[in-house]
């Protein structure tokens, strides 16, 4: 990823990051919200607006695209295995309000009178990826090599090496593996 030396734009203080590989370029423009709980793997490049307020793992050869958000407070988590991506403009829900009426709504709110929660973490396994403006909900599991169209919403996990689209999100076809997983080996993975 020789470009992000190239790219002369400030950059986050990643020392502030749990963990942080090499050849990582994280814009100056971001909010990582619970920085010591945050592993970025090598090969990195996460573009100006993203906003995060939870624990994350984040492999090897990872790209989060401009404006995109992952949230659900200190008690979510992301896991991006290597290779997987984000499109501009996604979100990840790690923690959601039911929205029911059984409680009140917001994170100012005392705790004794919340709505209903659902925590869970969002997984990307290896090669997954989400297009522009996709919305995943708490507890998803992105199969290794699904895709996700844009503007598409996954409620539920993907099978691998498999194309959703939709509202909410249904398989359209199988993608192809043999590339991408030839590649991969030949960078040591």
């Given at each position: 990823?020789?470009?992000?030396?190239?790219?002369?734009?400030?950059?986050?203080?990643?020392?502030?990051?749990?963990?942080?590989?090499?050849?990582?370029?994280?814009?100056?423009?971001?909010?990582?919200?619970?920085?010591?709980?945050?592993?970025?793997?090598s090969?990195?490049?996460?573009?100006?607006g993203?906003?995060?307020?939870?624990?994350?793992?984040?492999?090897?050869?990872?790209?989060?695209?401009?404006?995109?958000?992952?949230?659900?407070?200190?008690?979510?988590l992301?896991?991006?295995?290597?290779?997987s991506?984000m499109?501009?403009?996604?979100?990840?829900?790690?923690?959601?309000?039911?929205?029911?009426?059984?409680?009140?709504?917001?994170?100012?709110?005392?705790?004794?009178?919340?709505?209903?929660?659902?925590?869970?973490?969002?997984?990307?396994?290896?090669?997954?990826s989400?297009?522009?403006?996709?919305?995943?909900?708490?507890?998803?599991?992105?199969?290794?090599?699904?895709?996700?169209?844009?503007?598409?919403?996954?409620?539920?996990?993907?099978?691998?090496?498999?194309?959703?689209?939709?509202?909410?999100?249904?398989?359209?076809?199988v993608?192809p593996?043999?590339?991408?997983?030839?590649?991969?080996?030949?960078?040591?993975?």
């Amino acid at each position: 990823m020789a470009a992000t030396s190239e790219v002369g734009s400030a950059q986050y203080d990643k020392t502030l990051l749990k963990n942080c590989g090499d050849d990582v370029f994280i814009s100056a423009n971001v909010e990582i919200r619970r920085p010591a709980l945050v592993s970025v793997g090598s090969h990195v490049a996460i573009d100006t607006g993203f906003y995060l307020t939870t624990a994350a793992s984040i492999g090897d050869y990872i790209h989060i695209a401009p404006y995109s958000t992952i949230i659900g407070g200190a008690q979510g988590l992301v896991s991006m295995a290597h290779f997987s991506s984000m499109a501009a403009g996604c979100r990840v829900i790690c923690g959601s309000d039911a929205h029911m009426g059984h409680g009140l709504v917001g994170p100012t709110v005392p705790e004794e009178y919340h709505d209903i929660i659902t925590f869970a973490p969002v997984t990307f396994e290896k090669f997954a990826s989400i297009g522009t403006n996709v919305v995943v909900m708490p507890g998803v599991t992105l199969g290794e090599g699904s895709v996700v169209g844009a503007c598409s919403l996954v409620t539920k996990d993907t099978e691998p090496w498999t194309v959703y689209v939709g509202v909410p999100a249904r398989p359209v076809k199988v993608r192809p593996r043999e590339n991408m997983i030839e590649y991969a080996k030949k960078l040591g993975y």
